[in-house]
């Protein structure tokens, strides 16, 4: 579904990202772990198309397609969704007004017919339950005076309603206590099926005591320094991020420079 | 250019020495010398020119230099208009609560009080001046809210005082039904003068909605001015909607003055006309007032709004709002002046004021001046102006939900206006004003 393939790319001038490999298939779940500063939130960034970030070398295919020559808006009709790790606020705009938009403009994408605001209303009702939302959420302005817990589930509502094929999370669980965790997590785990991926940006292993993933991913200083399965996550958590730059010493050196 | 002014003031002049001398309709001394002396302070003042600090970024040359021919007789209001031809300004909750006025003045034909209260009053103003039941309310209150003294457009308005309208709410008076005010201009060339006069009695409450609005595109020029009086405890929602036509010049005054414990609570939208200028006054001299000043204006290609208000508090325990938000399109330009004024005995003082305002294009432009005079020490105050862009965070955010850039900048420009327009509580006036939001944004988008 997804395969980067030696990707670098930067803010402003300068390189973040130093040559990233990675090939993510479907019904997989991939968590990419690293130390504040080694480029996850660049990855997921660049992944859904953000303006400020240019790609300088490498490619990424998205389903056989240059995810890279696509529009933000373009991928995310295509099936890619990024949720953030700081949501936007959007005064004036419902909620519900808000992702019927994205829904249609979706759907209109793939062909089908839109649905009018009571059909709507329905289908957001059934997917709100997957993140335990209740319908006042629906009339008020998106993420205006939410909490950060409640704009973290409505991320996921957003995922619930717009059916992405590629997930991206981006620190998903940072700021959130025990039950709005809970609640998040369980909405992934009902939205994950054989048929689309998951990428979970983190710096915790906590979120991955929820949503289990095959596989993990550890960034630092810009490339993938370690690669294992879910209990890579706990040695990680174990030792702490320090252990990983003493077993890979190009990593580690270039990380006391930039101290 | 000052004998081009001159000449046009005989035109004025003309109109008004006609008005002076038909003694068929109000006949009243006084209002006769009240019109007088404010022609003469108009022919004192002329038209304001951008010299005059409060005019300083609003150009009336254009509007001085049309000969525009004051409607002040019936005739100026008997051109046919279908009933189908104001149904787009109609709003279904006030469909038996409406004065309509053609060109300024009143149609009872298409008007209806049928839904108000009977001890309310709702009436054409020339009528209540020769009605001796209203004659000495209207007496005691007309020309003391709006100065025809300091402004040369209200001195005009006040020179032409005939017709438009008289509103009373009679102490402790409940009035659900919200009142219309319809202003309807379909002349060419044309100046009306519409002038309305609201007296809330003790404890009344009601809601008045003031529509400005056109039938087709002509050039005309609205000289309003409304008066409010609110006595000690009473309540006003007011609503002002100016959606002149585009080639329209539209020049208004509203001052409120708030009795003790009262509550006024106005919001103005500003849409159409070629250059609007509206100035609100609201005089809180006695304890306990509270008022929100709210508006919207939304402008593209060349037009131009000025708003300049004046808040000012002169007793202690009064609470003021002012949310202003302005969109700004093509090359349209708007100016934005709020004062604030605290007096020295306006301790306990709460005020604040706000205007924000959003530039879709390079090349419009806002000034925007918001002032705050403290002369108490023991207040709450804070006022602040904002002038921007649409947010790049916000716009990529929602691209990443697959929404296209374009719509994203329509819909995050919808938001920034329903912060405004959200606050309006008759349903019918808010949809159409969503609407013709989203219109204007559509065509941005076809264009």
């Known amino acids: 579904m997804l395969e980067i393939k030696n990707l670098y790319a930067g803010i402003d001038g300068n390189e973040i990202l130093k040559g990233i ?124 005076g939410f909490s950060g817990g409640e704009k973290k589930r409505n991320e996921i509502l957003q995922m619930a309603v717009l059916e992405p094929k590629l997930a991206v999370l981006d620190e998903t669980d940072s700021g959130l206590d025990i039950d709005a965790l809970r609640i998040v997590a369980g909405g992934v785990n009902q939205l994950h099926n054989p048929e689309n991926a998951v990428i979970l940006v983190t710096h915790y292993q906590r979120l991955l005591d929820y949503i289990v993933p095959q596989f993990v991913h550890v960034l630092a200083n810009g490339r993938i320094a370690k690669e294992g399965g879910k209990e890579l996550a706990l040695e990680l958590e174990e030792k702490g991020y320090d252990w990983l730059k003493a077993t890979t010493p190009e990593t580690s050196g270039a990380g006391a420079q930039a101290k | ?23 068929q309709s109000e006949s009243v001394a006084w209002l006769r010398r009240l019109r007088a002396n404010a ?24 509007i001085a230099a049309i000969d525009f021919k004051p409607a002040l007789s019936q005739t100026a209001a008997e051109s046919e208009l279908e009933t189908e031809a ?64 300091a402004d040369g457009f209200t001195a005009l308005n006040t020179a032409f005082v005939s017709h438009g309208a008289f509103v009373y709410l009679p102490k402790n008076s409940v009035t659900k039904t919200p009142l219309h005010l319809l202003f309807i201009s379909d002349g060419a060339e044309t100046a009306s003068f519409p002038r309305v006069l609201v007296v809330a009695g003790e ?11 056109s039938v087709n595109d002509s050039r005309y020029f609205t000289n309003a001015v409304v008066e409010i009086v609110l006595k000690d405890g009473a309540r006003l929602e007011h609503y002002k909607v100016q959606r002149e036509s585009v ?21 103005t939208i500003n849409f159409g006309a070629k250059l609007s200028r509206h100035d609100i006054h609201v005089t809180m001299d006695n304890e306990g007032a509270e008022c929100w000043v709210d508006g919207l204006y939304l402008v ?93 965070d916000e716009l990529f955010y929602l691209e990443t939900r697959g929404i296209h850039p374009d719509l994203a900048r329509n819909l995050l420009t919808y938001g920034f206006a329903e912060e405004v327009i959200g606050k309006i509580k008759i349903d019918s006036i808010r949809k159409q004003l969503d609407e013709a939001v989203l219109n204007r944004l559509n065509a941005r988008l076809e264009a």
């Open chain 2, 86 to 149: 104001l149904a787009p300004f109609s709003c279904v909750e006030t469909a038996q609560s409406e004065l309509v006025f053609l060109n300024g003045i009143l149609r009872k034909d298409l008007s209806s009080l049928a839904a108000i209260p009977e001890e309310v009053v709702a009436m054409d103003l020339s009528e209540a001046i020769a009605d001796e039941r209203y004659r000495e309310i209207v007496w005691k209150h007309l020309a003391q809210q709006a100065d025809y003294v």
């Open chain 2, 300 to 392: 593209t290609a060349t037009q131009h709004t000025d708003t300049h208000s004046v808040i000012d508090h002169r007793k202690p325990h009064c609470t003021s709002h002012q949310l202003y938000k302005g969109i700004l399109d093509g090359k349209s330009r708007a100016v934005f002046n709020g004062k604030v004024f605290v007096r020295h005995d306006a301790q306990k003082t709460d005020a604040m004021q706000t205007n924000k305002n959003l530039l879709l294009s390079n090349e419009a432009r806002v000034d925007t001046k918001p002032q705050l005079e403290i002369l108490a020490d023991d207040v709450k105050c804070a006022h602040g102006a904002a002038v921007g862009q649409i947010e790049e």
């Open chain 2, 39 to 62: 022609m003469d302070r108009f022919a004192e003042l002329g038209f304001p020119s951008v010299k005059d600090e409060e005019w300083k970024y609003t150009n009336v040359a254009p």
């Open chain 1, 21 to 144: 490999n990675l090939t993510v298939k479907k019904g997989e779940i991939h968590a990419i772990m690293g130390p504040n500063g080694s480029g996850k939130s660049t990855l997921a960034k660049v992944l859904a198309g953000h303006p400020a970030y240019q790609v300088t070398k490498g490619e990424v295919l998205y389903e056989g397609k240059n995810l890279l020559e696509m529009p933000p808006d373009e991928r995310a009709r295509e099936g890619v969704f990024m949720a953030f790790q700081y949501p936007i606020e959007v005064p004036g705009v419902s909620n519900a007004q808000f992702l019927r938009l994205a829904y249609n403009e979706k759907r209109k994408h793939l062909g089908e017919e839109e649905l009018d605001p009571l059909e709507f209303k329905d289908l957001l009702k059934e997917r709100a339950k997957v993140v335990e939302m209740d319908a006042s959420f629906m009339t008020r302005s998106v993420n205006e």
């Open chain 2, 203 to 213: 404890n009344s409450s009601a809601t008045l909605i003031e529509s400005f609005v």
């Open chain 2, 1 to 23: 250019m000052v004998t081009e002014i001159a000449s046009k003031e005989n035109s004025y002049q003309l109109a008004f020495r006609d008005l002076q001398e038909d003694r």
């Open chain 2, 247 to 267: 080639e329209a010049f539209h020049v208004a005054t509203t001052a409120a003055d708030l009795g003790a414990n009262s509550s006024y609570d106005t919001t």
